[in-house]
C-alpha cells in the first residue's frame, strides 16, 4: 500500500469556475461529466423498468386497460430500451471510466484529440436533449421499441425521427471516442510498453473502439434511410412500395449486433484488471485474453443474422449465422476460464470491486450459457420473443456491463475523487444488487420457457407460475433498484467524509496507480513517465 | 508517405501539450483521419449494399432507371472531381515548400471546381423534378418506366445527395484551410490540416468514382 503524501494541486483544484469545466480539454474531467450524465441516464431508464414491473405484478396491472394505455405500457418499454442502451450502457464504461483511465494507463497526458473529445461529450448532451424533447416535447409517444422495426415505425404517429435523430447524434459522440481511443493507445504509450505489456483494460477499449468505429456509421445511414422513409417515402424499407422490412432489420443488427460488444467488452477489460489486483496474482492467460476481445471484435460482425431467425430471411443463412453465433462464444469462454484460473490459488480478498467482479462471473457466465439455445435454429423458433430472451440478455447486460461498470465505479473511485467509499455499505449495496438481479430475472426464464411473450401489458391470469413468477420478477426489480440506490448513496456520501484516499489503495500494479489521487493536471509528476514493470506483476 | 518534419525547425507554439514532439502528432492525426474515413466508407457502405440488393432483384428496373440519368453530365461532374483532387494534392505539395501564393491558388482552384460540380448537380437534379421524377412515393414521372421505378431514384437521390452533403462539407474544409493558408500558418514543418482536409477531399471523389459507373452505366 502506498502512503505517499498529497502535496501537488489535483486536477479539480487546478483551475476553478464553472467555466473551467464547460471548456475543458482535461480527459479527466470530461470523464466526470460522462459518469455524472450516463448515471442520470441510468436512473432515468431505471425508473422506466421499475414502472414496467410495476404494471405486470398483478395481471390487472395498475394501468386501465383500455387500448390508449397500451400505448402508454409500449412507450414506457421502448424509452427504457433506449435510455439504457444509447444514453447509458454504451457510453458508461468507454466514455466514463475509460476516458478517465485510459491516459493515465497508457501514461499520456491526455487523450489524443482532447478537442474532440469534449466536442463528443457536447455531442452526448445535444443527443439526450433531443431525445428528451421526444419525450416531453408533445409528440405522441414512441412506441417502437428501441429498434424501430419497420413498418411499423413508418405508419405510427410516434416520436420516430426525433428518436433517431437523436440515436444519429449520438452515434457521432460514440465514434469521436472510438477514434480517440484507437490513436490514443497506438500513438501515445509510454516509452516500454510494448502491445503486450499493455493492461488488458487497454486491450478490450481498443477491441471497443474498433467496433464503435466501424458498427456506428452503419446505424447512422439506416437511421438516416428510416427517417427519409417518413419524410421522403423513399420506399427502400418499405414492402407497399417494393422494398424491404427485413433488409432494414439486417442494417440494425449489422450495428446493433456489434453494439452489444461495445457493451460488454470494456466491461471485461475492468473484470481482468479487478481479479488479477484483488487475487494478488498475475493474470492466467494474458495473450489469451488479449486476443480474444480482437477475436470478439471480428466475429461479432459476422453473426448478426441471429436476430432474424424467424424474420424470413434464408434457412441456408440462418444455419451460417448459426455456427457463427457458436464460434463467437468462444474467445468469451476463453475469457471466463482465464478469470478463474486466476483466481486459482491466489490471495483473494473480497473488497466491494471484487464481490462486483465475483458476481460478474457468476452472472455473465449464466447470461453467455442461456444465449446458446437462442443461437440454435429449432429452440430459437420456441423462444424467439419470449421472457426467455428477455432474462438472457438482461444477465449479459445488466449482469454482465452493469456489474461490471459498477466493479470498475468501485475500482477507480478513490482515484477518481480522492476519497474511500465506506467498505461495509459497497460489500451490502453488492449483495443487494445481485440478490435483487436474479430474483427479477432468473423468474422471466421461467416464463419465457413456458411461452410468455415479451413487450405485452398483461397475462393470463388464469396461469399461476405466469403470476407467481412474475410477482417475484417485480419484487426483484425493487430490491435491485434499492441496491442500486444505497450503492450510489454510498459513493456519493464518501465525497463529504474525510476518509483520504491513497494513491494507490488497492495495490495495483498499472500506471494509472502511480498517479496522485486524484491525479494532478497532467497526470504525471515527470514529463514522460515510463513503464517501469509489466502490469499484474503482484509479489 | 513519411512525414516531412524537420524536428529542428519546428515552432512549438504548434505542438498541443499532450504530444512530446510534432512528428507524434502528425502521425496521430493522420491516424485520426483515416480512422474517420474508415467510418464514412462505412456510412456509404449501407447505400452501396442497398443498391446492390436492389439491383439483384429488379436488373431490368435498374437499367431503365440509369436510362434516365444524362451520362454525359455524370462524366463532366467526373473529370472535374478528379481533376479537383490532382489540385488538392500540389497544392499540399505546394505548402510543404513553403509556396504560399502557389497553394493558395491551387485551394481556391479545388474550391471552384467542388463549386462546378455543385452546378453541374443541381442542373442534373432540376432536370430531374421538371420530369416527376422523385424519390419513392413521390415518383410521377409519365414516360416509359418500370412499375419498381421509384426504387431506382430512391437510392440515386439518397446516395447522390449525401455525397453532394459530403462536397459541400469539403468545400467548407477547404475554405478554412485556404484562409489559415493565407495568413501564413503553413510551412514545411506544420502543414497537418492541410493534409487532412486532402484525404477528405480525395475521399469524396473517390466515392463519386463509386457512384458514377453504379448508377449511370448500368448497362
Given at each position: 500500500?502506498?502512503?505517499?503524501t498529497?502535496?501537488?494541486?489535483?486536477?479539480?483544484?487546478?483551475?476553478?469556475?464553472?467555466?473551467?469545466?464547460?471548456?475543458?480539454?482535461?480527459?479527466?474531467?470530461?470523464?466526470?461529466?460522462?459518469?455524472?450524465?450516463?448515471?442520470?441516464?441510468?436512473?432515468?431508464?431505471?425508473?422506466?423498468?421499475?414502472?414496467?414491473?410495476?404494471?405486470?405484478?398483478?395481471?390487472g396491472?395498475?394501468?386501465?386497460?383500455?387500448?390508449?394505455?397500451?400505448d402508454?405500457?409500449?412507450?414506457?418499454?421502448?424509452?427504457?430500451?433506449?435510455?439504457?442502451?444509447?444514453?447509458?450502457?454504451?457510453?458508461?464504461?468507454?466514455?466514463?471510466?475509460?476516458?478517465?483511465?485510459?491516459?493515465?494507463?497508457?501514461?499520456?497526458?491526455?487523450?489524443?484529440?482532447?478537442?474532440?473529445?469534449?466536442?463528443?461529450?457536447?455531442?452526448?448532451?445535444?443527443?439526450?436533449?433531443?431525445?428528451?424533447?421526444?419525450?416531453?416535447g408533445?409528440?405522441?409517444p414512441?412506441?417502437?421499441?428501441?429498434?424501430?422495426?419497420?413498418?411499423?415505425?413508418?405508419?405510427?404517429?410516434?416520436?420516430?425521427?426525433?428518436?433517431?435523430?437523436?440515436?444519429?447524434?449520438?452515434?457521432?459522440?460514440?465514434?469521436?471516442?472510438?477514434?480517440?481511443?484507437i490513436?490514443?493507445?497506438?500513438?501515445?504509450?509510454?516509452?516500454?510498453?510494448?502491445?503486450?505489456?499493455?493492461?488488458?483494460?487497454?486491450?478490450?477499449?481498443?477491441?471497443?473502439?474498433?467496433?464503435?468505429?466501424?458498427?456506428?456509421?452503419?446505424?447512422?445511414?439506416?437511421?438516416?434511410?428510416?427517417?427519409?422513409?417518413r419524410?421522403?417515402?423513399?420506399?427502400?424499407?418499405?414492402?407497399?412500395?417494393?422494398?424491404?422490412?427485413?433488409?432494414?432489420?439486417?442494417?440494425?443488427?449489422?450495428?446493433?449486433?456489434?453494439?452489444?460488444?461495445?457493451?460488454?467488452?470494456?466491461?471485461?477489460?475492468?473484470?481482468?484488471?479487478?481479479?488479477?489486483?484483488?487475487?494478488?496474482?498475475?493474470?492466467?492467460?494474458?495473450?489469451?485474453?488479449?486476443?480474444?476481445?480482437?477475436?470478439?471484435?471480428?466475429?461479432?460482425?459476422?453473426?448478426?443474422?441471429?436476430?432474424?431467425?424467424?424474420?424470413?430471411q434464408?434457412?441456408?443463412?440462418?444455419?451460417?449465422?448459426?455456427?457463427?453465433?457458436?464460434?463467437?462464444?468462444?474467445?468469451?469462454?476463453?475469457?471466463?476460464?482465464?478469470?478463474?484460473?486466476?483466481?486459482?490459488?491466489?490471495?483473494?480478498?473480497?473488497?466491494?470491486?471484487?464481490?462486483?467482479?465475483?458476481?460478474?462471473?457468476?452472472?455473465?457466465?449464466?447470461?453467455?450459457?442461456?444465449?446458446?439455445?437462442?443461437?440454435t435454429?429449432?429452440?430459437?423458433?420456441?423462444?424467439?420473443?419470449?421472457?426467455?430472451?428477455?432474462?438472457?440478455f438482461?444477465?449479459?447486460?445488466?449482469?454482465?456491463?452493469?456489474?461490471?461498470?459498477?466493479?470498475?465505479?468501485?475500482?477507480?473511485?478513490?482515484?477518481?475523487?480522492?476519497?474511500?467509499?465506506?467498505?461495509?455499505v459497497?460489500?451490502?449495496?453488492?449483495?443487494?444488487?445481485f440478490?435483487?438481479?436474479?430474483?427479477?430475472?432468473?423468474?422471466?426464464?421461467?416464463?419465457?420457457?413456458?411461452?410468455?411473450?415479451?413487450?405485452?401489458?398483461?397475462?393470463?391470469?388464469?396461469?399461476?407460475?405466469?403470476?407467481?413468477?412474475?410477482?417475484?420478477?417485480?419484487?426483484g426489480?425493487?430490491?435491485?433498484?434499492?441496491?442500486?440506490?444505497?450503492?450510489?448513496?454510498?459513493?456519493?456520501?464518501?465525497?463529504?467524509?474525510?476518509?483520504?484516499?491513497?494513491?494507490?489503495?488497492?495495490?495495483?500494479?498499472?500506471?494509472?496507480?502511480?498517479?496522485?489521487?486524484?491525479?494532478?493536471?497532467?497526470?504525471?509528476?515527470?514529463?514522460?513517465?515510463?513503464?517501469?514493470?509489466?502490469p499484474?506483476?503482484?509479489? | 508517405?513519411?512525414?516531412?518534419?524537420?524536428?529542428?525547425?519546428?515552432?512549438?507554439?504548434?505542438?498541443?501539450?499532450?504530444?512530446?514532439?510534432?512528428?507524434?502528432?502528425?502521425?496521430?492525426?493522420k491516424?485520426?483521419?483515416?480512422?474517420?474515413?474508415?467510418?464514412?466508407?462505412?456510412?456509404?457502405?449501407?447505400?452501396?449494399?442497398?443498391?446492390?440488393?436492389?439491383?439483384t432483384?429488379?436488373?431490368?428496373?435498374?437499367?431503365?432507371?440509369?436510362?434516365?440519368?444524362?451520362?454525359k453530365?455524370?462524366?463532366?461532374?467526373?473529370?472535374?472531381?478528379?481533376?479537383?483532387?490532382?489540385?488538392?494534392?500540389?497544392?499540399?505539395?505546394?505548402?510543404?515548400?513553403?509556396?504560399?501564393?502557389?497553394?493558395?491558388?491551387?485551394?481556391?482552384?479545388?474550391?471552384?471546381?467542388?463549386?462546378?460540380?455543385?452546378?453541374?448537380?443541381?442542373?442534373?437534379?432540376?432536370?430531374?423534378?421538371?420530369?416527376?421524377?422523385?424519390?419513392?412515393?413521390?415518383?410521377?414521372?409519365?414516360?416509359?418506366?418500370?412499375?419498381?421505378?421509384?426504387?431506382?431514384?430512391?437510392?440515386?437521390?439518397?446516395?447522390?445527395?449525401?455525397?453532394?452533403?459530403?462536397?459541400?462539407?469539403?468545400?467548407?474544409?477547404?475554405?478554412?484551410?485556404?484562409?489559415?493558408?493565407?495568413?501564413?500558418?503553413?510551412?514545411?514543418?506544420?502543414?497537418t490540416?492541410?493534409?487532412?482536409?486532402?484525404?477528405?477531399?480525395?475521399?469524396?471523389?473517390?466515392?463519386?468514382?463509386?457512384?458514377?459507373?453504379?448508377?449511370?452505366?448500368?448497362?
Amino acid at each position: 500500500m502506498s502512503t505517499t503524501t498529497q502535496n501537488d494541486v489535483n486536477f479539480y483544484q487546478a483551475k476553478k469556475g464553472i467555466m473551467s469545466w464547460v471548456y475543458t480539454i482535461d480527459h479527466k474531467r470530461i470523464g466526470i461529466m460522462y459518469l455524472i450524465a450516463s448515471s442520470l441516464a441510468l436512473f432515468a431508464g431505471g425508473a422506466f423498468a421499475l414502472m414496467i414491473r410495476a404494471q405486470l405484478a398483478t395481471p390487472g396491472g395498475m394501468l386501465p386497460m383500455t387500448p390508449e394505455y397500451k400505448d402508454t405500457y409500449n412507450m414506457w418499454f421502448t424509452l427504457h430500451g433506449v435510455i439504457m442502451v444509447f444514453l447509458f450502457i454504451i457510453p458508461a464504461i468507454p466514455a466514463a471510466l475509460g476516458n478517465f483511465i485510459l491516459p493515465l494507463m497508457v501514461g499520456a497526458k491526455d487523450v489524443a484529440f482532447p478537442k474532440m473529445n469534449l466536442a463528443s461529450f457536447y455531442l452526448y448532451v445535444i443527443g439526450a436533449a433531443i431525445a428528451l424533447y421526444g419525450i416531453v416535447g408533445g409528440e405522441s409517444p414512441l412506441t417502437t421499441g428501441w429498434t424501430f422495426y419497420l413498418p411499423y415505425s413508418k405508419e405510427t404517429a410516434g416520436a420516430v425521427i426525433t428518436m433517431t435523430f437523436a440515436a444519429f447524434v449520438l452515434g457521432f459522440s460514440s465514434i469521436f471516442t472510438g477514434i480517440n481511443f484507437i490513436v490514443t493507445i497506438h500513438k501515445l504509450r509510454a516509452p516500454g510498453m510494448s502491445w503486450y505489456k499493455m493492461p488488458l483494460l487497454l486491450w478490450a477499449l481498443y477491441a471497443t473502439s474498433i467496433l464503435q468505429v466501424l458498427a456506428t456509421p452503419v446505424l447512422g445511414i439506416t437511421l438516416l434511410l428510416l427517417i427519409a422513409e417518413r419524410t421522403l417515402q423513399v420506399g427502400i424499407f418499405d414492402p407497399a412500395l417494393g422494398g424491404d422490412p427485413v433488409l432494414f432489420q439486417h442494417f440494425f443488427w449489422f450495428y446493433s449486433h456489434p453494439a452489444v460488444y461495445i457493451m460488454i467488452l470494456p466491461g471485461m477489460g475492468i473484470i481482468s484488471e479487478v481479479i488479477s489486483c484483488f487475487s494478488r496474482k498475475v493474470i492466467f492467460g494474458y495473450k489469451a485474453i488479449a486476443n480474444s476481445s480482437i477475436a470478439i471484435a471480428v466475429i461479432s460482425f459476422l453473426v448478426w443474422g441471429h436476430h432474424m431467425f424467424l424474420s424470413g430471411q434464408s434457412v441456408y443463412a440462418g444455419l451460417v449465422f448459426s455456427f457463427l453465433t457458436f464460434l463467437v462464444a468462444i474467445p468469451s469462454a476463453i475469457k471466463v476460464f482465464n478469470w478463474v484460473a486466476t483466481l486459482h490459488r491466489g490471495s483473494i480478498t473480497f473488497e466491494t470491486p471484487m464481490c462486483y467482479a465475483l458476481s460478474f462471473l457468476f452472472l455473465f457466465t449464466i447470461g453467455g450459457l442461456t444465449g446458446l439455445p437462442l443461437a440454435t435454429l429449432s429452440t430459437d423458433i420456441v423462444l424467439h420473443d419470449t421472457y426467455y430472451v428477455v432474462a438472457h440478455f438482461h444477465y449479459v447486460m445488466f449482469g454482465g456491463t452493469v456489474i461490471a461498470f459498477f466493479s470498475g465505479l468501485h475500482f477507480y473511485w478513490p482515484k477518481m475523487v480522492g476519497k474511500m467509499y465506506n467498505e461495509t455499505v459497497g460489500k451490502i449495496a453488492c449483495i443487494i444488487v445481485f440478490i435483487g438481479f436474479n430474483v427479477t430475472f432468473f423468474s422471466q426464464f421461467f416464463l419465457g420457457y413456458t411461452g410468455m411473450p415479451r413487450r405485452y401489458f398483461t397475462y393470463d391470469s388464469s396461469n399461476e407460475l405466469w403470476s407467481q413468477m412474475h410477482g417475484f420478477s417485480s419484487i426483484g426489480a425493487f430490491i435491485l433498484g434499492f441496491g442500486v440506490l444505497i450503492l450510489f448513496a454510498n459513493l456519493i456520501a464518501s465525497l463529504f467524509s474525510d476518509r483520504k484516499a491513497p494513491n494507490n489503495p488497492w495495490g495495483a500494479t498499472t500506471m494509472d496507480w502511480e498517479t496522485q489521487s486524484p491525479p494532478v493536471l497532467e497526470n504525471f509528476s515527470e514529463d514522460v513517465p515510463v513503464m517501469k514493470k509489466a502490469p499484474y506483476e503482484y509479489e | 508517405m513519411s512525414s516531412k518534419v524537420d524536428t529542428n525547425k519546428f515552432i512549438p507554439r504548434f505542438v498541443s501539450h499532450h504530444f512530446s514532439n510534432a512528428d507524434q502528432e502528425f502521425e496521430s492525426c493522420k491516424l485520426g483521419m483515416w480512422l474517420f474515413l474508415l467510418t464514412e466508407f462505412m456510412l456509404f457502405g449501407g447505400i452501396f449494399v442497398a443498391y446492390v440488393v436492389f439491383r439483384t432483384w429488379y436488373p431490368e428496373t435498374f437499367e431503365s432507371g440509369a436510362e434516365k440519368l444524362d451520362w454525359k453530365m455524370g462524366a463532366v461532374n467526373t473529370v472535374i472531381l478528379i481533376t479537383s483532387s490532382v489540385t488538392m494534392a500540389v497544392a499540399i505539395r505546394e505548402v510543404q515548400l513553403n509556396r504560399k501564393g502557389r497553394a493558395l491558388a491551387l485551394l481556391l482552384f479545388t474550391v471552384l471546381c467542388g463549386m462546378g460540380f455543385l452546378v453541374v448537380k443541381y442542373f442534373e437534379y432540376n432536370h430531374k423534378f421538371e420530369l416527376g421524377i422523385f424519390p419513392g412515393d413521390f415518383f410521377s414521372f409519365m414516360g416509359d418506366h418500370m412499375s419498381n421505378e421509384h426504387l431506382y431514384f430512391s437510392i440515386y437521390f439518397m446516395a447522390t445527395a449525401t455525397h453532394v452533403l459530403h462536397v459541400i462539407l469539403g468545400l467548407l474544409a477547404i475554405l478554412w484551410v485556404s484562409w489559415r493558408t493565407a495568413k501564413g500558418e503553413f510551412y514545411e514543418a506544420y502543414y497537418t490540416p492541410v493534409e487532412m482536409v486532402g484525404l477528405y477531399w480525395h475521399l469524396v471523389d473517390l466515392i463519386w468514382i463509386f457512384l458514377f459507373p453504379l448508377l449511370y452505366l448500368t448497362k
